[in-house]
């Protein structure tokens, strides 16, 4: 330790490196002085990056108590750390803008196709029918997750950092346009992010009332059907609501992670300039308050409230199907309220991502449990009608949970050879990256094909039991009924339950004519 003749050597102070004799000990990497007269004094810097160590002073981009600021020029990324401000950012900010006007339009078109009427109002066709790919939903939010585990506290080694970061995406980040290079302050850019999409909200049911203007204008929309514009708008947070909520959630929660630093104050994890409860951070709490019930609240309340109001007529009554199908059709009949249980998932997730990003262990734990005891338990009952839906969510587990694990990994990693470790985790990042990138592509193009198979049974007139999914469900069943000592009673217990349906009349069943209704009919009664 420092010291001059005469003098006592004293051990080096933790966090610190001492070159001996009387040179004063100075920070290693990742800490900083909390104190410019003691340099004995070190504590931890919020942000990895910004204490480079070995000597006073922060990283470039960096200032402020333990480096935790970013610079002038600099904005704080989804990660956490200071990146230079890219040219152009306000062109950056004028494409996410157009990108929100464009999707909005989609998402009118969207609505407007999945209430469109078909033939069959009612009937088990109407009821199960696909318009839309529901692999797209599921692959979109494999991709928020990666990029909520991106930004996690797992120590990414630079090139795995870059391949998830692309993923944030599908989150439509605030800091993927760097609105701080942009907008005066944090709060400009919260106000931004909780805003937009109320903004976004606000489009679509101006577009949904203005194509209602049109069609009584325009002759080539005049033959258009419409369903009433409540029912648009409900139909569009019932589409929009469970897609998005991972990312509304981590929005609006933001303002709310706030992480005590050496000085004994409070600062947002999500901007360490900004410190919590103080005047400037109660300007925001109202922002804040709205994001939380807007959406974090609002969106499973009107979801769980509309299945319990409509729970006797959810898979019976045509209107109810039409109306609040795309919440529940996906799922076996037993499942109706699936939807709440993955919107609380998503919800968890987006907690453990922030309240417990300085409890590496805890959030590792809680991520593990919400991504592969979730999606095992949840493959253990198949809630999905068809079955493909299930392995694709499988998958997306098996390659979450792996990119998960490496991500620990390399956070505890003892290996001396840093190199070797980094380019080990980095390669499997990679090879599940890729591999996620090219699932999602053949699932989506599958999906597409079987529901353009099943369209195209449906005009020709064909039974929906002539489809591809029933036949594997028939398969299924008969031959678990071939093992069964006497099948014939099991097929009469079927065929109680079939009468008891007003939908379809009784009829003698057979190993030869098990219905696909009868099949699901059989699974309601017995679970």
């Not at 929100?100 to 209430?115: E, G, K, R």
């Not at 956070?411 to 999602?440: E, K, R």
Request: proline share 6%.
């Amino acid at each position: 330790g420092p010291g001059g003749p005469g003098t006592a050597c004293i051990s080096c102070p933790p966090h610190t490196t001492c070159a001996g004799g009387g040179d004063a000990p100075r920070p290693l990497p990742g800490y900083a002085a909390t104190d410019p007269s003691d340099p004995s004094i070190t504590a931890a810097c919020p942000r990895p990056a910004s204490c480079p160590g070995g000597r006073p002073g922060c990283a470039r981009g960096y200032r402020g108590f333990l480096c935790k600021d970013c610079d002038a020029g600099f904005f704080a990324d989804a990660d956490g750390e200071c990146r230079p401000c890219p040219r152009g950012s306000n062109g950056l900010l004028g494409v996410f803008v157009g990108l929100v006007v464009v999707l909005s339009v989609v998402a009118v078109a969207v609505v407007v196709v999945s209430l469109a009427k078909t033939g069959g109002e009612g009937s088990a066709a109407a009821l199960r029918s696909r318009k839309l790919p529901p692999s797209i939903p599921l692959v979109i939010t494999a991709f928020q997750i990666v990029g909520v585990l991106s930004v996690a506290n797992l120590s990414w080694p630079q090139g795995a950092q870059r391949a998830l970061n692309a993923f944030t995406f599908a989150s439509l980040d605030a800091n993927l346009f760097a609105s701080e290079c942009t907008l005066a302050s944090f709060g400009a850019k919260y106000a931004v992010a909780v805003l937009s999409p109320a903004v976004f909200a606000a489009l679509v049911a101006t577009e949904l009332l203005a194509l209602r203007l049109l069609r009584r204008c325009v002759s080539v929309l005049s033959d258009l059907t419409l369903a009433g514009l409540g029912q648009q708008l409900l139909a569009a947070l019932f589409l929009l609501g469970p897609l998005t909520y991972l990312p509304l959630a981590r929005s609006a929660l933001v303002l709310f992670d706030c992480t005590r630093l050496a000085d004994r104050r409070f600062y947002l994890d999500a901007d360490m300039s900004v410190e919590c409860f103080v005047p400037r951070w109660w300007a925001l709490f109202p922002l804040g308050l709205f994001g939380l019930v807007a959406y974090v609240v609002a969106i499973p309340a009107v979801i769980g409230a509309t299945l319990l109001v409509h729970r006797e007529r959810l898979f019976s009554d045509a209107g109810v199907i039409r109306a609040y199908g795309s919440l529940y059709k996906l799922f076996r009949r037993p499942f109706a309220a699936m939807p709440l249980v993955l919107l609380g998932k998503k919800l968890g997730i987006a907690c453990c991502s922030l309240f417990l990003s300085r409890l590496q262990g805890l959030q590792f734990a809680g991520f593990l449990v919400l991504i592969l005891v979730g999606g095992l338990a949840q493959h253990q009952v198949r809630p999905y009608f068809y079955p493909v839906y299930d392995r694709i969510e499988l998958v997306f587990t098996g390659l979450l949970s792996i990119i998960l694990v490496a991500g620990m990994v390399s956070g505890y990693s003892a290996d001396p050879n840093a190199q070797v470790s980094a380019l080990a985790i980095t390669v499997i990042v990679l090879g599940c990256v890729c591999a996620l990138a090219l699932a999602a592509i053949l699932f989506v193009a599958q999906d597409i094909r079987s529901i353009t198979q099943e369209r195209r049974a449906l005009r020709n007139g064909e039974s929906r039991d002539n489809n591809a999914h029933a036949r594997r469900l028939r398969a299924l069943a008969l031959s678990n009924l071939r093992d069964l000592e006497d099948p014939d009673t099991f097929l009469s217990s079927l065929q109680q339950s079939e009468k008891s349906s007003a939908t379809r009349p009784s009829r003698a069943l057979t190993l030869d004519t098990v219905s696909l209704e009868t099949i699901e009919m059989a699974e309601l009664g017995t679970e």
